[in-house]
Each structure stands twice: as structure tokens, then as C-alpha cells.
């Protein structure tokens, strides 16, 4: 483990839980006055957060591996979730979210929260059309905007320019498409999970915006959850094209991150964003259990579906993914770790890289991903053969 090794306090039971967003990481020092000890422990700073976690682990300490506190003498283990964490640590003066350590001197000498980085400018946003009321449509929408559902056809009050934010299911996008004037759809942005690519170029709509969205909204109308993780605190919800600095403008409205990308950038982005919801809804359907207990239990099996996974879509789409993808994707899956598991939405999600199987195949090739083809066949899932022919 890198750096010096510093004391680990133990921190008492804390009040309520409150959202809290994890911080970046920039720093400064200030003294604070520090709980009683009750253990020292050699752990200190690590370069990521699995070395930081695996270090609490050979110490007998748990953090963010469980979100866990020492508590009292005996060595009790109070496990909680992030928020509660997070809570202890500010309620002390004490913060581990900037470099998966917490660095405490003899002299009581801790790091300060850093102050939340800046959001995207505001100036950019401009009213919309919202296609869909569901829990991301909702959050969307503000005042000027109009809204589009599947029944009601195009608004009358739709504004005469501007973005159209499309918020539904992936098997209704041919319908929006077709519902929207056409001298409008350059206008649309898809906020779909899953490889558009294929259905946009059949709709004339390859440079249409096209937006990465890591926010969780758990019920209609509740505030949101930013996409920010211990491995990427500036945020992870990305957006390219024509009304990218819109999108970006209007989540930095509601306080929420976005970052604009383009080209490889943000088709690296992208895969990984499919990767993450391709492998996990994989392994968690597998044995039946929720995205945390995948990050948790069957971390070795996602790793290994993950790698390659993310080798095949990159030759695929010609990129070059940078190294810790599987630490980042499973970063963002403790932030999500109560989501449910399901393989759905075929086509636009694992039939992506089951089509890159099916043609490898048929042009006498070795499979690319032998282990993702695998599990498909073990769910016994209705593989669409018909449809990989085409």
C-alpha cells in the first residue's frame, strides 16, 4: 500500500441519514476535534479504492467495502449504507471519499471535505419537449417545456425549436420517431440505455444528441441521485450532439453533472455504459440477487464477463478503452447496489454482443466472448436467431 500509514479513530453512532454527494478530490487541512480512540490500525492512503478496501480487510477495519464503522472498544461493526457512512465522517471532520483513506496524524490533523467541483454552465438550456412522464421525463421537465406521450401525439404547445429529451422504453422509439414532424427530428435526444447506433443509421438519425445517463430517481418525483462514484466524483452521465450543452445545462439547473463529449470519447463512454448494465443484469440474473450483491459476491465473475465483453465492443466500434473499466463500472454499482437484475431489452442491449458472436461464427471465427454466450444459453433465454441473420 502506497503512503504513510496514519491512525484510524474510531467514530461513534451518528444522527439521521442525509443525501450527501461524494466529494473531489482536492483538499485542505484543518484540525478538528477528534472521537476518543479505541483502535490503532496501520491504514492509510491507497491509490484505489480496492487497495484501500483490501488494506481494511487485512486490518480487521471495514469502509467503503460495506460502508461499515467501528464502534466502542469491543470492536463492534455497525454496517450501514453509503449515506450513513458518509454522515459519521462529516460529523467527526472526517472524510475518506477524496482518496479512499482517511488521514488522521497523532496531531489530529484531517482533511477537509473538498467543495463540490462546478457544474456545466446554465446559459445553454432552452425549453424542450419531454417525450414520456415517467420518473426521468418528470425530473426533466421545466417551465416552457411541453410534453409528448405515447397517446397524445405532437403538442400543439410544443416549442418551435429546441430540444425533444425522448424518455422511454427503447421498443417505443420507432413510434416517437414517427410522431415527431420531420423537419423537427434533428432535434430528438435519446436517453435510452443500450447501442443506438444501428437504429439511428436506419432513421437517418446518426448524429442525432445521445445522452449516458447514471442518475437514479427511485420514485415519481423524488430527487434525483447524481452519477458520482468514489472512482469518477466528477460524475458519470455524459451527453454528445446537437443539443449535448443543453442537456448539460439543465442538469447543472437542478445541480446534477453532465459532461459533452464527442467521437471516441464518447463512444469509449458508451461501451463502457453497456458493459456495466449488460454484465451486471448478466451475472445478477445468473444467481438471482440485486447489482450490490453482484459488486459484493460475484465480483470475480463480473470482472471476467466484463473484460471481455469490453475487448469484443471495442474492436467492434474501433476504440480503446482505458485501463480500471471494471473498477469504474463496479464503483458506479455500489451507488446503485439496491437495483434489481433482469436480461431485457435484447436487441438493444446483450444482442449487441451476441450479434458480434453470431457473425464471428458464421465467418468461421472463434467465439469473442465465450463466457457471455455461455450464460445466455444457461438462462435459456428465446434467442433471437432469425434476428441476428439479418
Known amino acids: 500500500m502506497i503512503g504513510v500509514c496514519h491512525k484510524l479513530f474510531a467514530l461513534g453512532a451518528c444522527a439521521a441519514v442525509h443525501a450527501f454527494a461524494p466529494p473531489r478530490p482536492h483538499a485542505t487541512l484543518r484540525r478538528v476535534a477528534l472521537p476518543v480512540a479505541t483502535a490503532d490500525v496501520a491504514v492509510g492512503e491507497a491509490p484505489t479504492a480496492a487497495a484501500w478496501r483490501e488494506a481494511c480487510d487485512a486490518s480487521g477495519v471495514t469502509s467503503f467495502a460495506d460502508f461499515g464503522i467501528k464502534l466502542a472498544a469491543a470492536g463492534v461493526v455497525s454496517k450501514a449504507p453509503a449515506a450513513l457512512w458518509r454522515e459519521a465522517c462529516d460529523a467527526?471532520?472526517?472524510t475518506s471519499f477524496a482518496d479512499f483513506g482517511i488521514k488522521l496524524a497523532a496531531a489530529g490533523v484531517v482533511s477537509k471535505a473538498p467543495v463540490k467541483a462546478a457544474l456545466a454552465p446554465t446559459e445553454h438550456d432552452v425549453p424542450a419537449v419531454i417525450v414520456g412522464s415517467g420518473r426521468i421525463g418528470s425530473m426533466l421537465k421545466?417551465?416552457?417545456?411541453a410534453v409528448?406521450?405515447?397517446s397524445s401525439g405532437w403538442p400543439a404547445d410544443?416549442?418551435?425549436?429546441g430540444p425533444i429529451y425522448v424518455c422511454t422504453r427503447n421498443?417505443?422509439?420507432a413510434s416517437v420517431v414517427a410522431a415527431v414532424p420531420e423537419d423537427r427530428r434533428a432535434d430528438l435526444c435519446f436517453?435510452?440505455?443500450g447501442m443506438l447506433g444501428p437504429f439511428l443509421e436506419g432513421q437517418g438519425l446518426g448524429d442525432a444528441t445521445q445522452v449516458l445517463v447514471y442518475l437514479a430517481v427511485a420514485k415519481l418525483g423524488e430527487t434525483p441521485t447524481d452519477g458520482?462514484?468514489?472512482a469518477n466524483p466528477e460524475g458519470l452521465t455524459a451527453a454528445t450532439g446537437k443539443w449535448a450543452d443543453a442537456f448539460a445545462s439543465r442538469l447543472a439547473l437542478k445541480e446534477l453533472t453532465c459532461h459533452v463529449k464527442e467521437g471516441d470519447a464518447f463512444a469509449v463512454a458508451m461501451l463502457e455504459k453497456h458493459v456495466w448494465i449488460c454484465a451486471f443484469m448478466l451475472v445478477g440474473a445468473t444467481h438471482g440477487c440485486s447489482v450490490g450483491d453482484v459488486e459484493q459476491k460475484h465480483a470475480a465473475e463480473f470482472d471476467a464477463l466484463a473484460a471481455e465483453l469490453l475487448d469484443a465492443g471495442a474492436e467492434a466500434l474501433g476504440v480503446a478503452v482505458p485501463a480500471g473499466a471494471p473498477e469504474r463500472l463496479k464503483a458506479y454499482a455500489r451507488t446503485v447496489a439496491h437495483f434489481p437484475t433482469a436480461v431485457k431489452e435484447f436487441e438493444w442491449r446483450n444482442g449487441w454482443f451476441y450479434k458480434i458472436t453470431n457473425d464471428a461464427v458464421?465467418?468461421?471465427?472463434?467465439?469473442?466472448?465465450p463466457l457471455h454466450t455461455q450464460k445466455l444459453y444457461d438462462l435459456e433465454l428465446p434467442l433471437p436467431v432469425a434476428w441476428m441473420a439479418r
Open 191 to 193: 436517453l435510452q440505455n
Open 228 to 230: 458520482v462514484t468514489d
Open 92 to 94: 467527526s471532520g472526517v
Open 362 to 369: 458464421a465467418a468461421g471465427k472463434e467465439d469473442p466472448m
Open 142 to 145: 421545466s417551465d416552457g417545456d
Open 171 to 173: 421498443d417505443a422509439l
Open 148 to 150: 409528448m406521450t405515447s
Open 158 to 161: 410544443a416549442p418551435d425549436s
